[in-house]
């Protein structure tokens, strides 16, 4: 049997510099898989903003850091507005921002279905309408960060499944009607990526349904077919490539990374 880890840990390194002078800004990149794909960006030479709700002690050296609730108009405005600014354009936009408060039944979701909606899905709808014009002159890459629960239909997180197939439709549209201006929209659907989030949902279920953190995550582990959870650097590797010009011919893809989880259901 392969050692899951030792796959992990022989990663073959990206061509450095391939991005360089691309101008990018990464929603929710403070932690987690937005702050890996917020390095990645970095080291390859891109200039990169990122945004957050609050502070951001781990932000990536060398990002700069705007503070904006995107889950409002007025603070994707505010982020899009400030990021222009700082980058003098943009060239790549990475949608990461997302996740969800609640992880009830469906029937009791009533008060965040519109939170679940405005992070998740309108965020990046607004966002792109904001930075996109800019790339019409020059070409350029959306990245949409969505979630193999579209697909899984996990039974609490119904709200947030619903967003995150409503993002994907829009990403293969928004694709059709970019590609005769050069611009490149992709999605990446994500298994189960071990980063704080994931563990602060982990205890949120535990507390709601009973049962053993530590217990819960080897059973998410035991489910994919690789071995293990994914980490963040997985989801970056995978960014940089789709934003880099040796994905020029990639646009209106899903991009499933989960480990072979999902393998049979999409």
Known sequence: MVDPMATENSRTPAPSGELAGRRAVVTGGSRGIGAAIARDLLDAGAH???????EAPDAPPGAAFVPADLSTRDGVRHFADTARELLGGVDII???????????????????????????FLAAVRLNAALVPVMREHGGV???VSSIATVAAYPNLLHYAAAKSALETYSKGLSAEL???????????????????????????????????????????????????GDPRDIADAVRFLVSPRA????????????GKTASLC
Not at 104 to 113: H, Y
Not at 248 to 259: H, Q
């Open 48 to 54: 990169v903003v990122i945004s957050a709700r609050g």
């Open 94 to 120: 990475v949608n990461n921002a997302g996740g969800c408060r609640s992880f009830q039944s469906v029937l009791e979701l009533e008060n965040d279905w519109q939170y679940t909606m405005d992070i998740n």
């Open 142 to 144: 959306v990245v949409h």
């Open 179 to 229: 590609a005769p201006d050069g611009i490149r929209v992709v999605s990446v659907c994500l298994g189960n990526v071990e980063t704080p989030a994931s563990k602060t949902a982990r205890t949120r279920i535990v507390e709601l349904h009973g049962g053993d953190a530590d217990d819960l995550t080897g059973q998410w582990a035991a489910e994919i077919p690789l071995g293990r959870l």
């Open 248 to 259: 020029s011919w990639i646009t209106g893809s899903n991009i499933v990374i989960d480990g």
